[in-house]
C-alpha cells in the first residue's frame, strides 16, 4: 500500500483566493510526522509545513496551515490568499516514528491563474 | 532556515565517465544525508542513506557499486555516478537530516537545489 497519497496531479487557483491540496497517508506507527514541501520549475525542494502526530493543534506557517485529521488519516495543505509565485509542484511526505526515511507522495502541480 | 548546497547543478557528460555530486550541510552538522533521484513530473525516489563515518544504506534496486556514496565528514556526502550511461540521466537531490533545536526548531530534512545531470 503507498504511504502517501496525493490523488490530485493537477490544480488550479485564482490568484487571492485559497486552496487545499489533499494528502493522506497510510501507518500503523502512532508516532509520525508529516510535511509538505514545495517544488518550484527550479527544481529546489522547499519545506513549508511540519505537523507531528502527537500535535494536538493544526500546524500554521503564515499563509500555509495543515488541515490535520488523525482518524482519516489525512494531512491536507491549504494555502490562503495564493499568489502567483505559489505555482509549483507541492508533495507531501512522512516520517515513521524515530526513522531516517522519508515517504513522499507523487505530487500535485498547483498552478495559480491571476 | 537550514542551507543545504550541491555541486554542480548542471552536468553534461559522455557516457561511460563518472560524475561525483557534492552534498554539503552549510550551517548545521548533519550525521545523516539522504539521495534521491526524481524522474520528470515524478515524485523523488530514495537512492540511499548516507551515514557519517559508516557504510551507506542503499534502497531495494539501487546499485551500489553504480552510486558510490561517501560521508566523509558531518557536512559533505559524494555520490558517484560510476560509468554513468544514458539512463542514468536524472535529477539528483540530496537532503540532510537537520537534528532541530529543542523547543525551537522540529528536526526535519533540509533539501539541497538539485543536480541535473544529462549523460549523452
Known amino acids: 500500500a503507498q504511504k502517501i497519497t496525493q490523488t490530485q496531479p493537477g490544480m488550479f487557483v485564482q490568484e487571492k483566493e485559497a486552496v487545499t491540496l489533499d494528502c493522506t497517508y497510510d501507518?500503523?506507527?502512532?508516532?509520525?510526522?508529516l510535511f509538505w514541501y514545495k517544488q518550484p520549475s527550479s527544481g529546489e525542494m522547499i519545506f513549508l509545513i511540519y505537523q507531528g502526530s502527537y500535535d494536538q493543534q493544526n500546524a500554521t506557517e503564515g499563509r500555509y496551515s495543515l488541515n490535520f485529521q488523525k482518524a482519516r488519516k489525512s494531512a491536507n495543505l491549504v494555502i490562503s490568499a495564493s499568489q502567483l509565485g505559489d505555482s509549483a509542484m507541492y508533495f507531501c511526505a512522512m516520517r515513521e516514528g524515530l526513522g531516517n526515511q522519508f515517504y513522499f507522495g507523487t505530487g500535485t502541480s498547483l498552478t495559480v491563474i491571476p | 532556515g537550514a542551507v543545504v548546497s550541491q555541486h554542480p547543478s548542471w552536468v553534461i557528460c559522455k557516457s561511460g565517465t563518472s560524475v561525483k555530486i557534492e552534498c554539503r550541510s552549510l550551517?548545521?552538522?548533519?550525521?545523516?544525508m539522504f539521495w534521491y533521484r526524481q524522474f520528470p513530473k515524478q515524485s523523488l525516489m530514495l537512492m540511499a542513506t548516507?551515514?557519517?563515518?559508516?557504510?551507506?544504506?542503499?534502497e531495494q534496486g539501487v546499485e551500489k557499486d553504480k552510486f558510490l556514496i561517501n560521508h566523509a565528514s558531518l557536512t559533505l556526502s559524494t555520490l558517484t555516478v560510476t560509468s554513468a550511461h544514458p539512463e542514468d540521466s536524472s535529477f539528483y537531490i540530496c537532503?540532510?537530516?537537520?537534528?532541530?533545536?529543542?523547543?525551537?526548531?522540529?528536526?526535519?530534512?533540509?533539501f539541497g537545489p538539485g543536480t541535473r545531470l544529462l549523460v549523452l
Open positions: 501507518t500503523s506507527d502512532p508516532s509520525y510526522g
Open positions: 537532503s540532510a537530516k537537520s537534528p532541530g533545536l529543542a523547543g525551537v526548531v522540529r528536526e526535519t530534512q533540509y
Open positions: 550551517d548545521f552538522q548533519a550525521t545523516t
Open positions: 548516507s551515514n557519517e563515518g559508516s557504510k551507506a544504506t542503499y
